[in-house]
């Protein structure tokens, strides 16, 4: 059950987003539960909505691949949303776009191949944050430049709110699947991006992390994460860093040097205040190349103008 903070979001929703074309989130269909009778959990999303139920196929131009979005609660009792795709037997390696507006939800250089034999994995990418999520339409495109076909379907998209005036908040994006790219090669994803705040008597410290448990997914050997909330602090924020950097601007391509602490790279700065912005983009970039992997939303708490 949504805990209190979540409820009283949504009556704010029902009020203040009347003008936008979505519905509320318990106008879509439930989840179908588990076999067993439990509930759906992907990720660290426990599901209560879906859409589309089923999930809708796509079927254009010799591709074909299925696609939903999930909602429901965090194990940490937070909203989630999932976005997840997977491409169905003989169907090429197919690049894909999914967007609500001008915002991209899951963008895939290429969903991999898979034999007769075996089904297909998904590519999810979910989010957790405090707010809540609605249904609305969006816009799945894929094909050359995953702009060649289009098909227009139901979504689930989250609405965030953190109260950036509290001891400690957080969102933060993950990802898990594999993607293939221009060239043919499989590259496998499986990793958490957060931004938090953390508020104490004398000051906010800012933490920009991301935490994975393969080690190539950290050491900037197999990618390299990309950020556009990098793009937005104070000049000179950022402490440079080198080849092995794990983070990059956005719109420079410059490296971010970041700790490392076990299984977690992060960036921590001071702030006076503090503001929270969405939407943002976070890049998933293979290294060397810099071909762009994956695009998906992480927006960001940044350094206020007070």
């Known amino acids: 059950m949504p805990g209190p903070s979540r409820l009283r979001w949504r009556s704010v929703v029902a009020v203040g987003l009347t003008s936008l074309v979505f519905a509320a989130a318990s106008q879509s269909p439930p989840a179908e539960p588990n076999g067993d009778g439990s509930?759906?959990?992907?990720?660290?999303?426990q599901v209560e909505q879906a859409l589309p139920t089923p999930p809708a196929e796509a079927s254009q131009g010799g591709f074909h691949f299925v696609f939903e979005s999930l909602g429901g609660t965090a194990v940490d009792g937070r909203a989630c949303t999932v976005h997840r795709i997977r491409n169905l037997q003989g169907s090429p390696p197919t690049p894909v776009r999914w967007s609500a507006g001008s915002e991209?939800?899951?963008?895939?250089?290429?969903?991999?191949?898979?034999?007769?034999?075996?089904?297909?994995a998904w590519i999810e990418v979910a989010r957790y944050f405090d707010g809540d999520f609605l249904g609305g339409d969006t816009l799945v495109s894929y094909g050359l430049n995953a702009d060649s076909f289009h098909e227009e379907t139901p979504a689930l998209v989250a609405f965030a709110s953190p109260d950036t005036s509290t001891a400690a908040a957080s969102v933060g994006t993950e990802i898990v699947g594999t993607v293939v790219t221009l060239a043919g090669v499989e590259v496998a994803i499986d990793l958490v991006v957060r931004s938090r705040l953390e508020r104490s008597e004398d000051e906010v410290v800012l933490v920009y992390e991301v935490s994975a448990t393969d080690d190539s997914q950290l050491d900037g050997s197999r990618i390299t994460l990309a950020w556009e909330a990098f793009d937005l602090l104070p000049t000179g924020a950022l402490p440079a860093g080198d080849d092995g950097s794990t983070f990059r601007s956005l719109a420079t391509g410059e490296p971010v040097a970041a700790g490392r602490s076990g299984d977690t790279v992060s960036l921590r700065l001071s702030a006076a205040s503090v503001v929270y912005r969405d939407p943002l983009a976070l890049v998933v970039l293979a290294a060397g190349s810099d071909e762009v992997l994956m695009r998906v939303p992480l927006p960001a708490f940044l350094p206020g103008g007070g």
Do not use: I
């Not at 509930?39 to 999303?45: K, R």
């Not at 991209?104 to 297909?120: M, S």
């Open 104 to 120: 991209v939800l899951a963008d895939v250089v290429g969903l991999p191949r898979c034999t007769q034999d075996d089904e297909c």
């Open 39 to 45: 509930t759906l959990q992907v990720l660290q999303c």
